[in-house]
């Protein structure tokens, strides 16, 4: 047993957690052979479905399966809906703060947050200044990442306002859960996600352009199948019941997008695009793209498709930006927020620098625009030569990071060949921003780092995957 | 639908079928090449298989001679053929999981494993060449099942709709092109002058170049006689219920173009074209097609299918 970190089972006593006795008592109760057959049983089927992944930059790795773990990670009812308030707080702010940035400035006037944070920021897109997201959606799927150090609060590791990823997997999970372990599954009062398509659906129809009231024509744009989250994207066309498009299956006319199909060309309202802002449109952005559509940004601007999530939405989930988020939800909600924020130094501010650069052993160093796991440096797992190649970067551009302390992420009882050990888990809940308000299903994704000791929870560096349930009942 | 997923349906199917026919074709000369020299021809047999199988160009590219074990390395499992079963199964895997969303669940998983089991057996199997007949048979037999398990689920679980036509054209314009390249290889041994005089060695080349289409059975049923070379140009060219004869397969592409023609509310130069090629085999008999020549009447047929998948292209696939 780990010391000095919150474990959600038994929080360090000998009985497990009041929500946790059903597993505790199935884990005891239940032979090792039987983990081990069911694990062997979910690597299969996820195999035969094709639920894999591509990790960019490995050779003879190109689909490699995210790994499950069999043991669910459980939540009560009143620490979701603690959980489920502050992630609408959240959310409508992140909102508002996009429509101000891109409009008014407000916040930059007031002073609360440094006009150079955003306008030299790399995902800041000058295009979108002065246009209005239709509906003032700009971030319709947000994946907030959230962390636990006890049983009481809840921290924001890192808001994802761009094309968050990993919702196919909470879904698949909870599929391959009620296949393997039906008699568990019903031991507990679980609230379903399996609304999570029909809710998308409803979310993108209603920030559908004005122009098409009844029956806007919904697509999911793909930079194409090696994309590493290709397995996602065909997931959820299929579960929408909405066309798989890549960049050459549509053109622009006229500022009106189409789609090429057995029929001639048909016209497209809303584009849930899962290709990153600077391949959407080779005319505005990078020249070299074939992924988006020449054309495209001067449809979006014209009003006459939505793009979801908006161009220009990842200046909000920049991590310098990150460390404002309680005085940008005061600024717009006058409320304070119901997450915390992990304390975090920014190293453009000199007092915080000296501190870093004198602290690297012990924080984690995070690029401001980094996403993925890339680019950042664990101090207290790091090697000496990491620690100076770090240091350097941080000299000669400060402005580009921020640091936290090494956080005492709560541990979960993840299954093993021969045994049940705990590991280190975050948990990335989906949440959807219509024009008719904010949906959230009860769970999201749990992810697990499956290294002995690692914090990182990341796919793309080794992490796996649980099951969230949310129970009916209440941990306290 | 989108054009390209309709063209990534379609090369699925091609694509299975091809595998399909290519595993006849290598069974079947594996059959005349097991008997004694007295009653065959070796050497030709495998030339006329790559010929058959549109290889013979590129092989002399990587192998010297068309012997029983390089040719077979070649059709089975090169991935420098693009044709190879191989590939053909790989591809197809590609192009089904381009388009996943508008195959069936079961489609999908059948195809994906087909391919997970393709990997496996090429790490068992690292030299192609030294495959002994026993996993050969094996992998023929596994990849005949992949392409009719695949057409099977689409006939069982896919919506009658323009997915499923496309799906079937596909079927049926391969299968039609795959009947007359084996027509066109083997017509000499159809021509009137090779008149069986029983036991001949000509006998098992007719009996090979129906087992190639798997029509060595369906030709007792139709014919009741002993097998002649006629009969068998009357089988695979002329007989509406044979299922991988000329007309059939044609009647079939007519079948689906004009579903697809129903459902968009509009036909096209496809449709035409294959009904022009329709019109010419039901009113062709096999005696005029010996008189006027065999090989001018399967060339020419060759010639028609080909363009017939370039208006099918420039319609509905190219977008």
Redesign the interface.
């Given at each position: 047993m780990s010391q000095g970190f919150f474990d959600e089972m038994t929080n360090g006593a000998a009985d497990p957690r009041a929500i946790y006795s059903g597993v505790a008592n199935w884990l005891r109760a239940a032979p090792p052979e039987i983990l081990d057959a069911r694990r062997d049983q979910a690597e299969l089927l996820f195999r035969k479905i094709g639920i894999t992944f591509a990790v960019y930059g490995e050779k003879d790795a190109a689909e490699r399966l995210i790994p499950f773990d069999i043991i669910p990670r459980l939540l009560g009812g009143d620490e979701w809906a603690r959980l489920e308030a502050g992630l609408i707080q959240r959310v409508k702010a992140l909102n508002m703060f996009l429509t101000d940035i891109y409009g008014r400035q407000e916040i930059l006037k007031a002073g609360i947050v440094p006009p150079d944070l955003i306008f030299r920021n790399e995902c800041y897109r000058p295009e979108m200044q002065g246009h209005r997201a239709p509906h003032d959606i700009w971030t319709h799927i947000a994946g907030i990442d959230i962390v636990r150090v006890d049983d009481e609060d809840f921290y924001v590791l890192e808001d994802n306002c761009r094309t968050p990823s990993g919702v196919s997997y909470m879904l698949e999970n909870r599929e391959m859960m009620m296949r393997l372990l039906p008699g568990l599954f019903a031991d507990h009062a679980v609230l379903p996600v399996d609304n999570y398509p029909d809710n998308l659906l409803a979310s993108l129809r209603s920030a559908a352009p004005p122009h098409c009231a009844d029956d806007p024509r919904i697509v999911i744009l793909t930079p194409g199948q090696f994309n590493s989250a290709y397995y996602e994207h065909s997931f959820l066309a299929d579960k929408l019941g909405v066309e798989l498009v890549e960049g050459r299956d549509l053109t622009v006319r006229d500022d009106i997008v189409y789609m090429k199909t057995t029929e001639g060309e048909k016209r497209v309202d809303v584009i849930y695009r899962r290709v990153d802002d600077d391949f959407i449109d080779p005319l505005v952005f990078r020249p070299d793209s074939v992924l988006g559509a020449a054309g495209l940004m001067g449809a979006y601007l014209a009003g006459n498709v939505t793009l979801a999530n908006a161009p220009g939405a990842g200046v909000a989930d920049d991590k310098a930006v990150y460390t404002y988020m309680p005085d940008i939800i005061r600024f717009y909600l006058g409320e304070e927020a119901k997450l915390k924020n992990v304390a975090t130094w920014r190293c453009r501010e000199q007092d915080a620098l000296k501190y870093v650069l004198e602290h690297l052993s012990e924080l984690v160093v995070k690029e401001v625009n980094g996403s993925g796991g890339y680019g950042m440096l664990v101090g207290p797992h790091a090697s000496k030569e990491q620690i100076e190649t770090f240091r350097q970067k941080l000299l000669s551009d400060p402005d580009g990071f921020i640091a936290q302390p090494t956080l005492s992420l709560s541990t979960c009882p993840t299954s093993f060949t021969g045994g049940v050990a705990p590991r280190h888990v975050d948990l990335r809940p989906f949440v959807l921003s219509g024009a008719d308000g904010v949906r959230i299903v009860p769970g999201g994704l749990t992810r697990v780092a499956l290294k002995e000791g690692s914090l990182v929870v990341n796919s793309s560096q080794g992490g796996g995957t649980k099951d969230t349930w949310v129970l009916a009942t209440n941990a306290k | 639908?989108?054009?390209?997923?309709?063209d990534n349906i379609y090369w699925v199917s091609r694509y299975l079928e091809r595998a399909d026919f290519l595993a006849r074709l290598i069974e079947a000369s594996n059959r005349i090449s097991a008997l004694p020299t007295t009653y065959a021809a070796k050497q030709d047999e495998w030339t006329s298989v790559l010929i058959a199988s549109g290889a013979d160009e590129t092989f002399p590219d990587h192998f010297d001679t068309a012997n029983e074990a390089n040719v077979i390395a070649y059709l089975a499992f090169d991935d420098r053929n693009l044709s190879s079963i191989r590939n053909c199964i790989e591809f197809a895997r590609?192009n089904a999981?381009?388009?996943?969303?508008a195959l069936t669940v079961e489609m999908?998983?059948h195809i994906?494993?087909a391919w997970?089991k393709l990997k496996a057996f090429e790490q068992k199997h690292s030299d192609p060449t030294a495959i002994d007949r026993e996993a050969l048979i094996g992998f023929l037999d596994f990849v005949k099942e992949t392409s009719s398990l695949y057409d099977g689920f689409g006939y069982r679980t896919m919506l009658r709709n323009?997915i499923y036509y496309?799906a079937r054209l596909g079927v049926s314009l391969e299968r039609a092109d795959n009947t007359a390249r084996v027509l066109d290889v083997k017509y000499q041994l159809l021509l009137p002058e090779h008149e069986p005089l029983g036991g001949s060695v000509d006998y098992f080349q007719w009996s090979a170049i129906l087992r190639s289409v798997s029509a060595l059975t369906a030709y007792h049923w139709v014919y009741r006689e002993s097998i002649k070379p006629w009969n068998v140009a009357d089988l695979l060219i002329l007989r509406q219920e044979m299922p991988r004869s000329l007309i059939h397969c044609t009647s079939e592409v007519v079948r689906w173009l004009d579903a697809?023609g129903n459902q968009?509310g509009?036909h096209g130069n496809a449709q035409r074209q294959a009904r022009t090629i329709q019109r010419k085999l039901e009113s062709a008999s096999i005696k005029e097609i010996f008189q006027s020549g065999l090989h001018e009447f399967v060339d020419g047929f060759i010639t028609d299918n080909n363009g017939l998948a370039k208006a099918i292209a420039e319609q509905?696939?190219l977008?």
């Open positions: - | 639908m989108l054009a390209r997923t309709a590609t999981r381009a388009v996943r969303t999908w998983e994906n494993s997970i323009d496309f697809i968009y509009r509905y696939l977008g």
